[in-house]
Structures are given as structure tokens and as C-alpha cells.
């Protein structure tokens, strides 16, 4: 059985860890914050002082990292991944960082004949603790055949993209549409409630229909009981836009409406609502539009 290191253990990197420990595979892991790793330890897991000496002795590695130079920093960094790095060694990135980054780093440990995949996630928070995250990669199939039973112990769904950075592509991908969808669904239930009608009966109306998605799936029950806690927080939310707008220049692609829904969650991040969920975006619409979607106030009933 492959043994397998997992550096990174926030909101999403602790589940996630904590899955592959559940599906039996000796675990060790490391964190900047001791808490988390201490958790998992009392749980089965192994500690380990930095990502060299978790490279060192794993088969297959993890990170799940805030943002591009966090990434790069633990992988390339002093006492980072590479330095522990030895030949078949399979390192893959739950992050969600530049596709640019992402194939730096796997041509840097290709000299050290270790394989780098970009394999970033969707799904959230629940996804993470149910092992039912979709996850897309990027890198050589056969170093993604080898590890795809630690994948499948924390997703439902893994896709083959491409070569290096590819994952990272899908991802930001999947983000332009999950802020369409965030944007999109506060629009409409602050639409509904500034009309007069109850945005609760709208939601059920519809959602059957051609609007059918997991955002109006999931989040409108939370709003409507009043809870706007992560989940995926709105500064994360941003910072993956920022990829996507970065990347999309790189390629001088015109991506108009991911353009301004960027600009709703910076507005989201200015007014001081960055660690809420990406799904608060909408009060951001209700103070522009003067209503919120939990009054009684004004509704034709």
C-alpha cells in the first residue's frame, strides 16, 4: 500500500487527509498551525517537522495550499518538497494556483525523476468531509494510475485533462461558472424579494427547471436559515478569480462577465466579507438594491 504524505490541512486539507487515513493508507503529514496536525495524529497519522521530511519517506505527496507562492514555496523552497524528493516519487497539488505555476514546478521535479500532477478539487467543504470531491488533473497518466485509489478515497470523480497546468485550467474553468452561479443566484432572490414575492417560493419554482444547479441545489437553504458561514470563503473565491483573470490575459481571451462578477466578490472582501461563504456575494446585491432576503417586509403573500 502506497504510503502517503499530505501537507496543508485547512478547512478542506483536513477532511481530506482525514479520508485517506479512513481508507486505510499509512499517512503522514505536516502544517504550518500544529493543532490540525495534532488532531489527525491522535487519529493514526505521523508527524513530520517540514515538507522535506515528509517527501523523504512517502510514496505519494499532497499539498493544499492558499495560493501560487505558497505552493511553489513549499515545493521548491528551503527544506521544501523537492529537496526530500526521491526517484517514482508522485507529488500532487490539491491547491488551486496558476496553470503557470503549476508546470514550473513539475518540470523542476522532473529532474529529480519525480512526477508533479496539478490535480486541484471542486466540491467544498461538504465534498471534502463526504469524499465526494470532483478532482481534475493535469500531468503523466501513468503517475496518476498509480495513485488513483488515494484519489478515489476523496473523490467520486477524477478526470485525466491533460499535461502539466491542465488541472489547473479545468479549475479555473469551473470557477468562472461557480461565480456566475453565486452572482447569479443572489440576483435572483434579490430580485424576487425587491418584486414582492417571496424569494423561497421562487427558488422552489424554478429549480426544477432550466435553472437547475448545485449552487441552487445547496446554498439557498443556508441563506434562507440565515447562514452565510464557509463552506468556500469569498477571499478564496477571489483569489481564483484573480487566476482566471490572469490567466485569460495570458491567452488574450475576453472573459467579460467573469470581469465584473471579480468585481463583486472584491466588493464582498472591501466591505469586510471575506471569510464568509462565496455564496454571501449576495449581500453585496441586497445593499445595492436596499432589501434583505430574510425580511417578512414587502412581500405580496
Not at 57 to 62: A, L, T
Amino acid at each position: 500500500m502506497l504510503k502517503v504524505g499530505y501537507i496543508g490541512l485547512g478547512l478542506m486539507g483536513k477532511s481530506m487527509a482525514r479520508n485517506i487515513l479512513k481508507a486505510g493508507f499509512p499517512l503522514v503529514v505536516h502544517n504550518r498551525s500544529r493543532t490540525a496536525m495534532e488532531e489527525l495524529v491522535a487519529e493514526g497519522a505521523t508527524a513530520a517537522e517540514s515538507p522535506k521530511e515528509v517527501a523523504a519517506q512517502v510514496d505519494v505527496i499532497f499539498t493544499n495550499l492558499p495560493d501560487s507562492p505558497d505552493v511553489e514555496k513549499v515545493v521548491l523552497g528551503e527544506k521544501g518538497i523537492i529537496e526530500g524528493a526521491h526517484h517514482g516519487l508522485v507529488y500532487a497539488d490539491n491547491s488551486t494556483i496558476k496553470p503557470a505555476s503549476a508546470r514550473m514546478i513539475a518540470e523542476a521535479l522532473k529532474a529529480k525523476k519525480a512526477f508533479a500532477l496539478d490535480a486541484p478539487v471542486s466540491g467544498g467543504d461538504i465534498g471534502a468531509r463526504n469524499g465526494t470531491l470532483t478532482i481534475m488533473v493535469g500531468g503523466d497518466a501513468s503517475a496518476l494510475e498509480r495513485i488513483m485509489p488515494v484519489l478515489l478515497a476523496m473523490g467520486k470523480t477524477v478526470t485525466h485533462v491533460g499535461e502539466a497546468g491542465a488541472g489547473q485550467v479545468a479549475k479555473a474553468a469551473n470557477q468562472i461558472m461557480v461565480a456566475a452561479q453565486m452572482v447569479a443566484m443572489g440576483e435572483l432572490l434579490v430580485f424576487a424579494k425587491k418584486a414582492g414575492v417571496d424569494p423561497r417560493k421562487v427558488v422552489d419554482a424554478i429549480k426544477g427547471g432550466a435553472a437547475q444547479c448545485w449552487t441552487l441545489d445547496v446554498k439557498p437553504s443556508r441563506l434562507f436559515e440565515g447562514n452565510r458561514s464557509p463552506g468556500f470563503k469569498a477571499r478564496m473565491q477571489l483569489k481564483d478569480l484573480r487566476i482566471v483573470m490572469e490567466t485569460a490575459q495570458e491567452y488574450n481571451v475576453p472573459i467579460p462577465s467573469a470581469a465584473k462578477n471579480t468585481e463583486f466578490f472584491q466588493r464582498m472582501i472591501d466591505a469586510g466579507m471575506g471569510e464568509l461563504d462565496n455564496s454571501a456575494v449576495v449581500g453585496v446585491i441586497e445593499e445595492a438594491a436596499g432589501v434583505d432576503i430574510l425580511s417578512e417586509a414587502d412581500l405580496n403573500l
